[in-house]
């Protein structure tokens, strides 16, 4: 059940034959990423990185953008933690890429926000141990804060790229729809745990406060934050500037709740274990 609101292979630079896997074999279920292009999973830890890396029987590379392949058109790089090293990575990474139809995901884990604070959060809630799909990813903290309220830098007359709607609701990645559709069904049918759709915030400051999980959630409408997304599809929609056909997604589980950080509820553990399986039903490894 999916709960929501109303091949040619890429290589990225600097890759070393001692960091590039032996080959798996080919999954025999059709996987949830259509077309031929290839397909670059991008994570920030390495913790996350070998819970992908698992669901192609293979080990993660160790040393952060260094480019493995995983089969076919199926490849991993992981970035670092945080907007920066997201943002580089990705283009640095498909600077110069022609082959068409790519799509970049954003695999990981994150951090639940407070229901009560979001109107637009789908019921139920999603719980630790949920997967949600990204239908936007939300720049969370891009601008100022005033006695009147938040502003993004749209709002403010800056925005970070042609059309960029903001004010109070903040800048955003919108992900192509068919595919968020096609991803959740996927997931919801082959991974075991409940699949959310909504928006998910990227913050450089982590909700450890009350205070500060309720006021993300409700600026963004996000019912998840992470540190990397928008940054990812940002960067990836500027490279897709001038026609070339580049998709965007980003899919997390959740490892913890936010809000007052001594009563968090954190499972790390189980969270990269459904992360594992989330990977295998988007690559279409048999069940």
Known sequence: MVSRRTPARHVFPDQTASETPRVASAPSIESAIPGQGPVIVMTAALAEASAVARAFRL??????????????????????????NAAMCVARGLRGMDEPGAVVLNLGICGVLPAESNSHHPMPAPQVGSVVVAEASVYADEGVQTPDGFQDMAGLGFPYWAGAKGGASCMSVVAEGGLVERVASKLAERVG?????????????????????????????AIAEGMEGAAVGHAVARCAEGGRQIDFLEVRVVSNTTGDRGKQVWDIKGALTTLTRVAEALRGAPA
């Open 59 to 84: 080990s993660a590379p160790e040393s952060e953008w260094k480019q493995a392949t995983l089969e076919g058109r199926w490849s991993l790089v992981r970035c670092g933690v945080g907007k920066s």
């Open 193 to 221: 745990a409940s699949v959310h759709v909504g928006r998910i915030a990227t913050v450089s400051t982590c909700s450890g406060t009350n205070a500060l999980a309720r006021e993300i959630a409700a600026r963004t409408g």
